[in-house]
């Protein structure tokens, strides 16, 4: 039998039609019948007629339907059958997509365009997700789960949104409506939403993807440090490790260092995604963009190695994830410079810290701790003093220290005593030497710089190096320090 057997149950001969050559003449098909197969149904198709472009006229069971010869001789009838129509799969059968499987839980018909197509009930084999779709799509290979791919379109709470997964609950806070409101939502959501800071209570709208990729509101409230630098600070205070952040050295031309360890000779560059792709948050921030970003990282480090620095570590933080900066630095070289393995550090300590809000932070331990100083708030939080005030300043704003906290810490900072390496000079504070640098040496110096150099966060001030001064210096030059004026020794 000469028949164009297409699918396991259809088929149609089409042995009795006239040929040119192995070519069907379809002019001269016209008054033939056909018999045909298609699933359940069989039965004849009378041609009727034959137009240009490959059409033809038939009728089946008294009526008239137009269809292109090749549609004929592929046994595609299924708009006229009306029948159940061939399913290429069957319930349980599972399909392979790109990033997906499904199963199939039921064969249905799906109208679209008004046209009845073939479809299926089936449930996502990766996140149990229950969904129908027409037989094409599911099974082009290409079909998405629309629940657990990249970009959902459905959030069903206990599988796709912010409450679904406990590493996210940090969320919570940022909503209004807490959990409620958080379960609508996946992470990556661009929806805008009027999300809250959890530490000051202001409302800031926003898409809720910008809070997951940052993890902070970016509120005025905030300490500015970015979640890259906190994971690794809380990783550094972890091991016990002495380092200056934000270091400032007098060969940088005002580039400031991530993190600097000093008995190392040791720089670590935190690189968020603003380094590695175009269009991140920073560029409507008015930050650089990525080409001068990643000129400015060679730059840098560049510069520094020319300064003998012997160690120049970058990390790869694009995503602020834990597992994703955890990875960067186990992969890095810090495990082997640090002598530290990855059990050795409490990883979720690190993420901890990296949400938290270190403006808060200082201010309630400087609550809790009436008489602490300045100096020991920088020491345990491995902060500049600068960095330290500004902080208290800010919770002033906010309420989370008071005026007089501020003025007594104030009060306490400016008897400590320096002394001048250069000149070998001694002086009763940074303020003396500011009011009278002009004379000693020449040129204008500010307090706070001195200061800086005295607490380590730089090297020199304009040349000097300045150090508060020992016990053991005060007792060598006890005499000189109970007068009030700068002396050479
Ligand atoms: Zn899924
Ligand atoms: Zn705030």
Redesign the pocket.
């Known amino acids: 039998m000469d028949t164009y057997a297409i699918k396991n149950n259809r088929w149609i001969d089409l042995s009795k039609l006239p040929k040119r050559g192995k070519i069907i003449s379809w002019k001269n098909s016209i008054g033939y019948t056909v018999p045909f197969k298609y699933g359940d149904v069989e039965g004849n198709i009378f041609i009727e007629g034959y137009k240009e472009c490959q059409t033809l006229i038939i009728i089946y069971k008294d009526k008239k339907y137009e269809i292109k010869t090749g549609n004929f001789t592929q046994c595609h009838f299924g708009r006229f059958i009306d029948t159940p129509i061939f399913f290429e799969k069957n319930i349980g059968d599972v399909v392979v997509a790109k990033n ?1 499987e499904y199963t199939i839980l039921k064969q249905i018909y799906i109208t679209k365009n008004k046209k009845r197509l073939n479809g299926y009930r089936y449930q ?1 084999n ?4 229950i969904d129908e779709d027409i037989e094409s799509l599911l099974l082009s290979g290409r079909k998405q ?1 629309p ?3 990249n970009n959902p379109r459905i959030v069903i709470p206990e599988i796709n949104s912010i409450v679904a997964n406990p590493e996210n609950h940090w969320m919570i806070p940022y909503f209004q409506g807490g959990y409620d409101e958080a379960k609508l939502y996946t992470i990556g959501s661009g929806k805008k939403v009027d999300l809250i800071c959890p530490d000051c209570g202001k409302i800031k709208n926003q898409p809720v993807r910008y809070l997951y990729y940052d993890k902070t509101l970016r509120c005025d409230c905030g300490d500015g440090i970015s979640y890259p630098n906190k994971f690794l600070y809380s990783l550094l205070n972890q091991l016990n490790i002495n380092y200056i952040s934000e270091y400032n050295f007098t060969w940088t031309n005002m580039k400031r260092y991530d993190i600097y360890i000093q008995n190392l000779q040791l720089i670590i560059e935190n690189h968020g995604s603003q380094h590695y792709k175009p269009n991140s948050s920073f560029q409507y921030c008015g930050g650089r963009n990525l080409k001068e970003e990643q000129q400015n990282d060679q730059y840098k480090k560049e510069l520094a190695i020319h300064n003998n620095i012997k160690y120049y570590i970058e990390i790869d933080c694009r995503k602020s994830e834990l597992n994703w900066i955890k990875d960067s630095v186990m992969n890095s070289e810090l495990p082997n410079l640090l002598h530290f393995k990855e059990d050795d550090i409490d990883w979720l300590e690190c993420e901890r810290y990296a949400l938290k809000n270190i403006v808060k932070e200082v201010c309630d331990y400087k609550k809790g701790n009436e008489f602490t100083t300045v100096e020991e708030l920088a020491n345990r939080y491995k902060l500049s003093v600068s960095t330290i005030y500004r902080y208290l300043k800010i919770g002033k704003n906010f309420g989370w220290c008071s005026h007089d906290d501020l003025r007594k810490l104030k009060a306490g900072r400016t008897s400590r005593k320096i002394y001048c390496v250069e000149n070998n000079m001694f002086f009763k504070s940074a303020s003396a030497i500011q009011k009278n640098s002009l004379e000693l040496f020449g040129i204008s110096m500010l307090a706070n710089g001195i200061r800086e150099c005295c607490r380590g966060e730089c090297i020199d001030y304009k040349g000097y190096h300045f150090k508060y001064i020992t016990e053991e210096l005060c007792q060598y030059n006890v005499e000189q320090l109970t007068q009030n004026t700068p002396l050479s020794a």
């Open positions: 997906c996502c990766q996140c149990g997700y789960c629940v657990c791919c």
